[in-house]
Nanobody, 123 residues
């Protein structure tokens, strides 16, 4: 049974930073981790992904240079460091996991999801 628990969201001002965490139980059955986000009235979108074994990463173009995804294999935890936050980054952020090792951008390719954590960036 894989469970994902996110934390670290909050209300910040533009230009501030936040670090999201996703603790994974049952990690041995997962191969790829990702962060998605969904803003009100918008579709869910891929933000960043990483593979447990090799640490290969992939990013949404608009967050490159501002967001960094990383993993701590010993702690079964994936992080999303978000710097230089903008109001358009406001969304519910979800952690997702895939057991097949494909670093895809579609949410349909991820089998497990966390409950989400709200990130709000004010002007």
């Amino acid at each position: 049974q894989v469970q994902l628990v996110e934390s670290g969201g909050g209300l910040v001002q533009a230009g501030d930073s936040l670090r999201l965490s996703c603790v994974v139980s049952g990690r041995s059955t997962t191969a790829t981790m990702a962060w998605f986000r969904q803003a009100p009235g918008k579709e869910r979108e891929f933000v960043a992904g990483i593979t447990w074994r090799t640490g290969i990463t992939r990013y949404l173009e608009v967050v490159k240079g501002r967001f960094t995804i990383s993993r701590d294999n010993a702690k079964n935890t994936v992080y999303l460091q978000m710097d230089s936050l903008k109001p358009e980054d406001t969304a519910v952020y979800y952690c997702a996991a895939d057991s097949r090792g494909r670093l895809r951008v579609s949410g349909n390719d991820y089998e497990y999801w966390g409950q989400g954590t709200q990130v709000t960036v004010s002007v």
